[in-house]
Nanobody
């Protein structure tokens, strides 16, 4: 059974940072791309980042480049999303997802497995 469990969210002041984690079980992270998405209240789910296999190439929307960094630790079977210089508009539930492929995708429908999400709230 494949499981993805996110953690690391919380309440942070504008300008602060968080590191979100995505722990996988029943699935080898090193063979599959991992994506991060977020969904704010009343908005559609938005692609945030992806890390590809086997070379670990990373992808971000232009609007988030420089503030968000995705990484993975194959030994721990865990992916991470470092989020810096947080803004109130970054407030959302952040989800990690995995897909049965080697290539990244920006489309949520292309992912086969999802975590339950972790809440990030940016407020003073």
């Amino acid at each position: 059974q494949v499981q993805l469990v996110e953690s690391g969210g919380g309440l942070v002041r504008p300008g602060g940072s968080l590191r979100l984690s995505c722990a996988l079980s029943g699935y080898h992270l090193e063979y599959h791309p991992i994506g991060w998405f977020r969904q704010a209240p009343g908005k559609e789910r938005e692609w945030v980042s992806c890390i590809e296999v086997p070379d670990g190439r990373t992808y971000y929307p232009d609007s988030l480049k420089g503030r968000f960094t995705i990484s993975r630790d194959n030994a721990k079977n865990t992916a991470y999303l470092q989020v810096n210089s947080l803004k109130p508009e970054d407030t959302a539930i952040y989800y990690c997802a995995a897909r049965d492929s080697v290539a990244c995708s920006q489309r949520s429908n292309d992912y086969d497995y999802w975590g339950q999400g972790t809440q990030v709230t940016v407020s003073s």
